[in-house]
């Protein structure tokens, strides 16, 4: 499975982004995939998550700012992002979860894209 992210860049506060993430190879036994980000010197959060038979999850910081979609025709998922706040900068990662018959899992990360908002 890779996962390529697209879409980052430096935005002012308020302004909008919308990241892609393209997937590909099996997508047999996919549960979820999500977002996540990771600011410089924090750990890596989750901002959102579509999973595969269930309703969209965020973060509390995001809710109401930002929205997840999923093509899975086209095996991309999407990260709308409107009102954004400076303390948004992080490196952006998508993710793919996938749970297996055997009980096991495993998360597949893209390489990450900046995203930068300027105050």
């Known amino acids: 499975v890779q996962l390529v992210e697209s879409g980052g860049g430096l935005v002012q506060a308020g302004g909008s982004l919308r990241l892609s993430c393209a997937a590909s190879g099996s997508m047999f036994s996919l549960n979820a995939m999500g977002w996540y980000r990771q600011a410089p010197g924090k750990q890596r959060d989750v901002v959102a998550l579509?999973?595969?038979?269930?309703?969209?999850e965020y973060a509390d910081s995001v809710k109401g700012r930002f929205t997840i979609s999923r093509d899975n025709a086209k095996n991309m998922v999407y990260l709308q992002m409107n009102s954004l706040k400076p303390e948004d900068t992080a490196v952006y990662y998508c993710a793919a979860v996938f749970h297996y018959s055997d009980n096991t899992r495993e998360t597949y990360w893209g390489q990450g894209t900046q995203v930068t908002v300027s105050s």
């Open positions: 579509i999973p595969s038979g269930g309703s969209t």
